[in-house]
């Protein structure tokens, strides 16, 4: 068991042949993305470097 006071979302993502989709949920359980991901790492790079606050890699 761990603690969850210090996590601020919960990422899923469901991995396909053709395609993916991600879900994040916060620890009360509020759906905060549920969206279809592109299959190719260029693409999957670029949507995280749109949807987060950190530094891109």
Same mark, same amino acid.
């Given at each position: 068991?761990? /603690?969850?006071?210090? %996590? #601020? %979302?919960? +990422?899923? !993502?469901? %991995?396909?042949?053709? @395609?993916?989709? #991600?879900? #994040? !949920?916060? $620890?009360?359980?509020?759906? %905060?993305?549920?969206?279809? +991901?592109?299959? @190719? /790492? $260029?693409? +999957?790079? *670029?949507? @995280? =470097? *749109?949807? @987060?606050? *950190? $530094? =891109?890699?």
């Amino acid at each position: 068991m761990f /603690e969850i006071e210090d %996590v #601020g %979302v919960f +990422l899923g !993502l469901d %991995v396909g042949k053709s @395609s993916h989709h #991600g879900h #994040g !949920l916060t $620890p009360g359980g509020k759906k %905060v993305f549920d969206k279809p +991901l592109p299959n @190719s /790492e $260029p693409k +999957l790079r *670029a949507t @995280s =470097c *749109a949807t @987060s606050s *950190a $530094p =891109c890699w």
